[in-house]
Every structure is written in C-alpha cells, then in structure tokens.
C-alpha cells in the first residue's frame, strides 16, 4: 500500500489547513477504504473528518430550503421529521438505497 499522511483535524479550520492537492476526506470510509486497497485511490494525505463539531446538523433555512450538515448519515436524515415530513419521497429513496 502507499503510504499517506493520517490527519485528525479537531476544528474544521484545521481541517481546511490540512488539505493539499493529493489529500482526501475520511467520512465513514465505506468506499474509500476499498478504493485504496485495491489502488484505485492513491491519496497523499487522508484527512479524518469524522471528529469535527458542528457538522451533524439538519436545519431548514428562511428561503425553505434545507441545509444539512457533511456528516449527516443516510439514516439520521431520512429519520429527521422535519426532513422527512418535506421531503418524503428523498427520505424514503435514502431508506431504500442502503443495504
Ligand atoms: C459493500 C458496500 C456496500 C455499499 N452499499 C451501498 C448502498 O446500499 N447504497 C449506497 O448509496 N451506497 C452504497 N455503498 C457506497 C458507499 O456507502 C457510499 O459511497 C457512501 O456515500 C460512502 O460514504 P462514506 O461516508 O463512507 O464515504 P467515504 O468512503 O469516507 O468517502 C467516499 C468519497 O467521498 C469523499 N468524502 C467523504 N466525506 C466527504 C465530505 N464530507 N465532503 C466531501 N467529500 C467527502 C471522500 O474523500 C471519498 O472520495 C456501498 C459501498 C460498499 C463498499
């Protein structure tokens, strides 16, 4: 395997210093953990954003759109009442596309 720096930012300003050409963020690792075992990803750099504060949130906006957060799970969003209740046809599609 290439070896590659292994960055665990603890504030999203670190997260965002840290990154370079050639770096990668780490979310839950499903695909990209796969990726580099077989080569098909080579990252210099693996930044792990699963620690940062603040990005879990679901929040819907004054214009009625909604905002939600890069580490919200497939499943915490469909779950979200507020979500689903909008946009139901969204929240049953994430339900029905995970194994
Ligand atoms: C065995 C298996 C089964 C799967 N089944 C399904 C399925 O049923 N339905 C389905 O939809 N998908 C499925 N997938 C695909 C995989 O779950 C999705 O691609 C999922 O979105 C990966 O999320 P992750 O957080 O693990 O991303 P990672 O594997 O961590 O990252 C994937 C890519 O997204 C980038 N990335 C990660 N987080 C962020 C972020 N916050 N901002 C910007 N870029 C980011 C990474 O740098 C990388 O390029 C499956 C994969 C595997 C290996």
Do not use: C, H, Y
């Amino acid at each position: 395997m290439k070896r590659f720096d292994f960055v665990q930012p603890a504030s999203l300003s670190q997260a965002l210093g840290a990154w370079k050409p050639g770096a990668v963020w780490l979310g839950g690792g499903t695909s990209l953990v796969d990726l580099m075992k077989t080569g098909a990803a080579t990252p210099d750099r693996v930044i792990d954003i699963t620690r940062l504060p603040g990005l879990r949130g679901i929040e819907v906006l004054a214009d009625g759109a909604t905002r939600i957060g890069a580490l919200v799970s497939n499943a915490d969003l469909a779950r979200d009442d507020g979500f689903a209740s909008r946009f139901p046809m969204v929240a049953e599609a994430l339900l029905s596309g995970a194994s």
